[in-house]
């Protein structure tokens, strides 16, 4: 099962739809539902305080059939973290999260981070906005990315130390380098071609694609 959340960040109406695909399970992290509603789609679960929900938002919902699933404010967690695990708990073997960068700084940094809790490891986590997204890698794993030459990659050591670190398909290549943690070494490395290759072999690491600048 895929899952597609979308959160309540500052979400850009263009290219959302190159994230989404029929069959997708929707779920609405609290007022990012009343955006789902905006982009034409109707979320198959809301979770969260629901205090960034409109009412007008919500009512449609229920017409609709939407289960909601209420948390109390004051709470450990976000929304968006509750929307995460609730996908983990129901089986998704791969999530895309729309709408979570954008507005509070503080949100979008933590909403970035949640990316590193272990109760994820192993499983696909995107976050995506417009044509730019972030994927997550740990120790021992590798991703392979599509785009076209000239788009930027950054690779961004979270935690501490990513070692190990290996690039095909870009411009600076690394060889079983160590990116250190706080440094901007990795930051703006260039696709040489349609496809690049990053492996981490210990830490984790943050890969962030985005297409090539226009002009």
Do not use: Y
């Amino acid at each position: 099962m895929r899952a597609v959340i979308i959160a309540g960040g500052r979400a850009r109406d263009q290219g959302w739809q190159r994230w989404v695909r029929a069959g997708d399970w929707i779920i609405g992290a609290d007022g990012g539902a009343a955006q789902a509603l905006a982009w034409g789609l109707v979320p198959d679960l809301v979770i969260g305080d629901m205090d960034s929900l409109p009412e007008t938002a919500r009512s449609i919902l229920e017409s609709e059939g939407c289960r909601f699933v209420t948390h109390p404010r004051a709470k450990d967690e976000t929304d968006l973290e509750l929307a995460l695990q609730s996908a983990v708990r129901e089986g998704a073997q791969e999530i895309t999260v729309l709408g979570a960068l954008g507005g509070r700084l503080d949100h979008t940094l933590a909403n970035v981070l949640l990316l590193a809790l272990p109760d994820f490891a192993g499983i696909p986590i995107r976050i995506s906005e417009g044509e730019q997204e972030a994927i997550l890698l740990r120790g021992g794993e590798a991703i392979r990315l599509e785009g076209m030459s000239g788009d930027l990659v950054s690779l961004l050591p979270l935690g501490g130390d990513a070692r190990g670190v290996s690039t095909e398909g870009l411009v600076w290549a690394l060889r079983g380098d160590t990116l250190q943690f706080g440094s901007s070494r990795g930051v703006s490395n260039e696709m040489t071609g349609t496809e690049a290759c990053i492996r981490v072999g210990e830490g984790i690491l943050l890969v962030v694609h985005a297409p090539a600048p226009v002009g």
